[in-house]
């Protein structure tokens, strides 16, 4: 296959995915019960159509967590958002994490 027609399967197959990415900062301490809530958070997605993956990984050196999740279309996740708030009720992140940022939205390239 040639690289040309391999990148236009890769763009085609990925054309409409929704990433949300949440870069978080735990305050000292909380490193645990923040992660027990992104758990819950990553539970309330299960099972809901278009969900194509979901992870945390921590960065080596900053120890910052990051949340990823895919979908097949930004109205997949729209769909699920109410239990995605449900799962995130009685719990006050900002006592947890120090700074929080939420990233949104669609690939514009593939390298």
């Known amino acids: 296959m040639s690289q040309d027609i391999e990148d236009t399967c890769l763009t ?5 995915v929704y990433v949300v ?5 735990p305050k000292p301490g909380m490193e645990k019960a923040l992660l027990e809530v992104q758990e819950r958070f ?3 997605q299960r099972g809901h159509a ?3 993956s979901a ?6 050196q900053s120890e910052v967590l990051i949340g990823i999740t895919l979908w097949d279309r930004k109205e997949d ?3 699920a958002r109410p239990d995605l708030d449900k799962a995130l009720a009685g719990s006050d992140i ?18």
Do not use: C, Q
């Not at 990415?21 to 900062?25: A, L, Q, S």
């Not at 006592?95 to 390298?111: E, F, H, K």
């Open 12 to 16: 085609t197959l990925w054309t409409g």
């Open 21 to 25: 990415m949440g870069v978080h900062h």
């Open 42 to 44: 990553g539970v309330a």
């Open 50 to 52: 278009g969900l194509i």
């Open 55 to 60: 992870f945390i990984w921590k960065d080596d």
């Open 77 to 79: 996740y729209d769909a």
């Open 94 to 111: 900002r006592t947890l994490d120090a700074s929080i940022a939420i990233y949104r939205g669609s690939p514009v390239a593939w390298t």
